[in-house]
């Protein structure tokens, strides 16, 4: 996904494991557990035009991102 911000957050819910890289940087894992809530997926960014990729297990519930 493209984005133009310096945050990005996921809402998620359920159970598993959420795999985010920034660019060409290493992938970091976010563990998703219960009831929809919001998740840090990219924080401290400089803003610039940026690529995000995502790798959802099954099990999560992916409702939306915010950018800031």
Same mark, same amino acid.
């Given at each position: 996904? #493209?984005?133009? =911000?310096?945050? +990005? #957050?996921? +809402?998620?819910? !359920?159970?598993?494991?959420?795999?985010?890289? $920034?660019?060409? !940087?290493?992938w #970091?894992?976010?563990?998703?557990?219960?009831?929809?809530?919001?998740?840090?997926?990219?924080?401290?960014?400089?803003?610039?035009? =940026? +690529?995000?990729?995502? $790798?959802?297990?099954? !099990?999560?519930?992916?409702?939306?991102?915010?950018? !800031?």
């Amino acid at each position: 996904m #493209r984005f133009h =911000a310096t945050t +990005v #957050r996921m +809402v998620l819910a !359920g159970t598993g494991t959420v795999r985010v890289r $920034q660019g060409d !940087g290493a992938w #970091r894992d976010i563990d998703v557990s219960g009831v929809p809530r919001s998740y840090p997926a990219v924080t401290g960014s400089d803003g610039a035009d =940026a +690529v995000l990729d995502l $790798q959802v297990a099954t !099990g999560v519930e992916v409702y939306s991102f915010t950018f !800031g």
